[in-house]
């Protein structure tokens, strides 16, 4: 890897604050509904664990946590939810690749076309810009009032590719289908861990350091982001560290 993703990190620094509560609970039951469908029991579907985990540190009412779960296993009933993968070419050349969760494809993809069109992007067909990313796990753990070099061999020891420093955070990269593996490894060592997800991670940067198009890109990611039907938002541009 030659670098990570700046759009997550970015985006924890501007807060939460910047996210309806509303627009969060939308996304958190459509990919609990999403999760739910391989099964309801969270100690035998990781997925289904770490989106409720996920949930509760948003304050998600456990009702509404329950309703989902039943939604997605068709206890419930309820608009058929359907996972969307979006690939886009955004201002100078970036690759986006947009994760949604919808219960109608037609207004989706009209809804992110014209998000893209305002800022000279446009969606791309499948495999344009996804073999630019690799999918991993990602989780974050707290620095404060923690031996940082002793964590990281603890991590790497734990079977973690990758990890970076994120100002307190140390933000910590699995192979996709090693982490839950990981992620236990470092829970039994008393270690606290935050976000667990599975996440789409550049395999190269293109670095931008014009200030007109940085605020364009960052005003694109916030627009898509706001989208209530969208549930993550990846790309793989590259800002001077003074901005981040």
């Known amino acids: 890897m030659s670098g990570h993703s700046k759009w997550s990190q970015i985006k924890r620094q501007k807060g939460a604050a910047d996210i309806k509560r509303g627009a969060i609970f939308s996304k958190l039951t459509n990919a609990i509904i999403l999760a739910a469908r391989n099964g309801s029991d969270p ?3 990781f997925e289904l664990k770490t989106t409720i985990e996920n949930a509760r540190v948003a304050n998600m009412p456990k009702e509404n946590i329950e309703r989902a779960i039943k939604r997605g296993t068709g206890e419930l009933a309820g608009a058929k939810i359907e996972e969307v993968l979006y690939e886009a070419i955004g201002p100078a050349g970036i690759g986006i690749l947009i994760e949604a969760a919808t219960d109608n494809r037609n207004r989706t993809n009209a809804e992110i076309k014209n998000v893209l069109s305002a800022s000279g992007g446009k969606l791309t067909g499948a495999g344009a810009v996804a073999y630019q990313f690799e999918r991993m796990g990602r989780f974050l753990i707290d620095l404060v009032g923690k031996n940082q070099e002793e964590l990281e061999l603890q991590i ?15 933000a910590v990269f699995t192979k996709a289908n090693e982490l839950e593996k990981v992620k236990k490894a470092i829970e039994v060592q008393d270690i606290e861990i ?18 007109t198009m940085i605020e364009k890109i ?14 993550a938002v990846y ?9 981040i």
């Open 156 to 170: 790497i020891d734990a079977g973690a590719q990758d990890f970076e420093e994120q100002e307190d955070v140390l």
């Open 194 to 211: 935050k976000e667990p997800s599975l996440v789409w991670e550049p395999k190269t940067l293109i670095n931008i350091s014009d200030k």
């Open 43 to 45: 100690g035998a579907n």
């Open 235 to 243: 790309s793989n541009f590259n800002l001077p560290e003074e901005i």
């Open 218 to 231: 960052i005003k694109l990611m916030e627009q898509l982001e706001g989208l209530d039907e969208v549930t």
